[in-house]
T-cell receptor, first 113, second 109 residues
Framework: DAGITQSPRHKVTETGTPVTLRCHQT?????MYWYRQDPGHGLRLIHY???????DKGEVSDGYSVSRSKTEDFLLTLESATSSQTSVYFC????????????FGPGTRLTVT | GEDVEQSLFLSVREGDSSVINCTYT??????LYWYKQEPGAGLQLLTY?????DMKQDQRLTVLLNKKDKHLSLRIADTQTGDSAIYFC?????????FGTGTRLQVFP
């Protein structure tokens, strides 16, 4: 398995609070991604990074921000959590864009009450 | 726009073959993928096919690609209870993957 960890694995938070999820990789892969998984929607891309300090938006980026100050860490922040952001969040990594082979972390289950 | 569609459920008897289908819209996709997700886990890459191929076989897995109809299928031979999971197809676009909604495969004895 690719060396990808996510923390925390589970979190319950209240509406309006900020939340930060962390993805850590030991593979030295250039690309990192944040997805959310919801019933009936599959996986939807929130943000991705193609290098340190280089990030771009995905299809569902509203309400989320990201940062990547080191190759190995990619942080996802919910500035002010809402109930619609209750979801399972997955981080993924890939070595390059050419093959698009992505390897996934174990996920973080976030509940916003 | 970009869209990948799959049926939601498939139920098969242990030992039978399973066929999971997927349709996609981006004819410029270079690669198409099948991922497996077991309960409580992340997605695991099962196999992928390059768009200039029409078939790829890997042990019990056979991937068929009909580029004209933009149709992708995954056949699992001799399906086992350990194959019970959600299966996602995905197509590659310029800078990201587009995932389908996933097909939940249930294998019964």
């Amino acid at each position: 398995d690719a060396g990808i960890t996510q923390s925390p694995r589970h979190k319950v938070t209240e509406t309006g609070t900020p939340v930060t999820l962390r993805c850590h990789q030991t593979e030295n892969h250039r690309y990192m991604y944040w997805y959310r998984q919801d019933p009936g929607h599959g996986l939807r891309l929130i943000h991705y990074s193609y290098g340190v300090k280089d990030t771009d938006k995905g299809e569902v980026s509203d309400g989320y921000s990201v940062s990547r100050s080191k190759t190995e860490d990619f942080l996802l922040t919910l500035e002010s959590a809402t109930s619609s952001q209750t979801s399972v969040y997955f981080c993924a990594i890939s070595e390059d864009r050419k093959s698009y082979e992505q390897y996934f972390g174990p996920g973080t289950r976030l509940t916003v009450t | 726009g970009e869209d990948v569609e799959q049926s939601l459920f498939l139920s098969v008897r242990e030992g039978d073959s399973s066929v999971i289908n997927c349709t996609y819209t981006d004819s410029s996709s270079t690669y198409l993928y099948w991922y497996k997700q077991e309960p409580g886990a992340g997605l695991q890459l099962l196999t992928y096919i390059f768009s200039n191929m029409d078939m790829k076989q890997d042990q019990r897995l056979t991937v068929l690609l009909n580029k004209k109809d933009k149709h992708l299928s995954l056949r699992i031979a001799d399906t086992q209870t350990g194959d019970s999971a959600i299966y996602f197809c995905a197509e590659s676009t310029t800078d990201k993957l587009i995932f389908g909604t996933g097909t939940r495969l249930q294998v019964f004895p």
